[in-house]
């Protein structure tokens, strides 16, 4: 790739640290490479560069694009040398290599934020809230805002024991308490900190992280051991810093910490600032400037993707940010298609109205395969039921988003079947959704379970649902062949049961003793991918709790299982269809570019979002770093345009909004 002149300026700085504010489309990954190999060429050996990312992906591209390029490969350069990796990765390889000295071996793993929330539900009794919580069937709920609160803390590197001397300063009145609505959060914070330290010993008690806690623990590292920190200094002559704009300030930390004599690029763009709610720093730009004043600044401004009137429109909206700095970016393209902006009469006209929109562009541009559309909305269940819709109709579609496992009819199953195996006596509800689900008829369910009431008449102390299962002896029972092999099929897993732990039951139940993996893989329907999505997590699920516990039971498995209910799982279609089109969240956009966009459902109902505050966010009297200049009510619907914005720049060729 030929770099423009104000990206070779980029790409070829020399002194002071770089700020490179990088607009949609403007080749930022382009200078990224670049200014790689003008360090190489300026005698800076591969293994003394640092690259960060925000994600896997971004590493993978950024090497894979190195190791593809004539001139590194002219000059035989090692990219494997080279440290290119997301912040966590860079962070765990470096703390491995110092457990000696930390003392973390990290031997059990990275937890995922789902075993932390079940082990809170779980301990719920033992934290000591106050009356400032009020439990009534809501435990869940507050300890999911409980869990997400210590992170937001975490993000900024407010230890357990700083946020107790603020809320204990606060109460004894050292820190003044300006009203009624501030004493009542300070107490909110008393209660979350009782949390907080009790996670922090639970986590080393079992010696595993989160991932905040890699992030931690590598400051800690550098802040305390003077040694470890001269040598990484010492060893990266050069620190590049990618999609800086979604690094929170803990990460950028990290950086200050490990870099030395300014020799520091960070590339990114703030207009694409989107993730605060995943903790990104709003005012890490600033920071930036402040912590590097003799920084330069080098705008790439021109955009290489999108037609003019998609890039018009991007700017007018970001200009009704009153505190956004002056920025507008130029298309290069000479093309003067419309952006099409569409109000539909319902939501099923504004699946007409795109299906045909696809339908004519296919025709129009016979080069144009379906993995050249995306259909992006503000919210993933408004994107579940566009996909639904469009696969009714025959289009392919690859949907990237969420599915809860309580809505899965497959893990009911699979669930159903650990209940049995559990408590075999007491198992008539269960037992009963098994039956239904291998076909027998619901007159010979009710001639079992009737049987089976008649029975526990006279034994209370089980159900005798799966006695009666066990001799069959029922009047006028039929499916008799079927019922015998449903009974050797559980009576083979509770045997298994006796030596297997959660993890490998359920794999004997999903993937072999029973049909339902199967089953689920005859076609590749929406519904048929989330099913076998939430399948295989809950295979992880149970492999995550015995890193925790090592003598879990089944019981303790569905007790987890049950906190899990209303979480969400990652389903990603992109590796199943190559030609589909892609269906997500503007979040998940970000990174992307197709050839035809749709922003769907940007109705004034929904878009903006309305705005509600965190249930636990930084006092600005403890928060650390540069905090934003408008008020949360202001940023936020700011953030909301920014959004749109991301969408709207993912466009090559053309963009379509509606709204019904």
């Known amino acids: 790739m030929e770099l423009d002149p104000t990206q070779l300026s980029a790409a070829e700085h020399v002194g002071s640290p770089l700020l490179v504010t990088a607009g949609p489309g403007s080749g930022k990954t382009g200078v990224i490479l670049g200014r790689i190999k003008f360090l190489l060429n300026s005698d800076i050996e591969p293994s003394e560069i640092l690259c960060l990312t925000f994600s896997e992906k971004a590493a993978k591209d950024v090497r894979e694009r190195l190791e593809d390029d004539s001139e590194i490969k002219d000059n035989n350069v090692d990219v494997s040398e080279m440290e290119i990796s997301t912040y966590h990765a860079f962070c765990r390889k470096i703390l491995l290599e110092n457990s000696p000295s930390t003392g973390l071996a990290m031997k059990g793993g990275i937890m995922d934020r789902s075993v932390f929330l079940a082990w809170g539900v779980q301990n719920i009794d033992r934290f000591g809230f106050d009356e400032h919580v009020v439990m009534i069937n809501n435990e869940f709920e507050i300890i999911e805002k409980i869990i997400d609160g210590i992170s937001v803390f975490n993000q900024q590197l407010i230890s357990p024991d700083a946020l107790q001397k603020y809320v204990d300063d606060k109460l004894a009145g050292t820190l003044q308490i300006v009203d009624d609505t501030e004493r009542d959060y300070v107490h909110q914070l008393n209660n979350l900190v009782r949390v907080y330290k009790k996670y922090v010993e639970f986590k080393k008690e079992i010696d595993v992280m989160d991932y905040d806690d890699l992030i931690i623990e590598f400051n800690n590292l550098v802040s305390n051991n003077l040694n470890v920190k001269e040598s990484l200094q010492n060893k990266f002559k050069h620190i590049l810093i990618d999609e800086f704009q979604d690094n929170n300030f803990a990460q950028f930390e990290i950086v200050k910490k490990i870099s030395k004599d300014g020799n520091v690029t960070a590339v990114g763009d703030a207009d694409q600032n989107i993730y605060t709610f995943q903790g990104a720093y709003r005012g890490i730009f600033e920071d930036f400037r402040q912590t590097f004043p003799d920084f330069q600044e080098i705008q790439l401004v021109t955009n290489y993707r999108n037609p003019p009137n998609v890039t018009t429109l991007a700017n007018e909206l970001l200009s009704q940010d009153a505190g956004r700095a002056g920025k507008l970016i130029v298309s290069d393209k000479d093309d003067d298609t419309q952006v099409n902006v569409t109000s539909c009469s319902s939501e099923s006209s504004q699946i007409d ?30 994107g579940m039921q566009i996909s639904q819709k469009l696969l009714a109709r025959g289009i392919p579609i690859k949907y990237v988003g969420n599915a809860k496992i309580r809505g899965s009819a497959g893990a009911q199953v699979a669930l159903a079947f650990l209940k049995i195996i559990s408590d075999p006596t007491n198992s008539m509800i269960p037992l009963v959704r098994i039956l239904q689900y291998y076909g027998i008829s619901e007159q010979n369910i009710a001639r079992i379970s009737n049987e089976a009431v008649g029975r526990a008449r006279k034994n209370k102390e089980n159900d005798e649902m799966f006695n009666v299962l066990q001799d069959l002896s029922v009047e006028n029972l039929t499916q008799q062949t079927e019922l015998k092999e449903i009974t050797e099929t559980i009576n083979g897993l509770i045997k298994t049961s006796h030596s297997s732990l959660p993890s490998g039951i359920l794999y004997e139940i999903i993937r072999r003793r029973t049909d339902l993996y199967k089953k689920l893989s005859n076609d590749d329907s929406l519904q048929n991918f989330v099913e076998r999505s939430v399948l295989q997590d809950m295979i992880e699920n149970a492999y995550d709790l015995e890193k925790i516990n090592p003598d879990v039971e089944i019981k303790d498995f569905l007790n987890f299982q049950t906190s899990l209910t209303t979480f969400d799982v990652e389903t990603n279609r992109d590796t199943l269809n190559s030609d589909a089109i892609q269906v997500s969240t503007i979040h998940k956009s970000k990174g992307l570019q197709f050839k035809v966009v749709f922003l769907a459902d940007i109705a004034s109902r929904k ?39 991301v969408g709207m720049t993912r466009a090559i060729d053309t963009l379509y909004i509606t709204y019904p």
């Open 353 to 382: 109205y795109i299906s045909q929109q696809i339908e004519n562009q296919m025709n129009q541009n016979p080069s144009y395969n379906f993995n050249d559309f995306a259909i992006f909305t503000r919210k993933q269940e408004h």
């Open 607 to 645: 878009v903006p979002m309305k705005f509600t505050r965190d249930d636990y966010y930084i006092p600005n009297d403890l928060s650390r770093g540069v905090a934003p200049q408008a008020e949360p009510g202001v940023e936020h619907r700011n953030e909301e345009r920014r959004v749109l914005y």
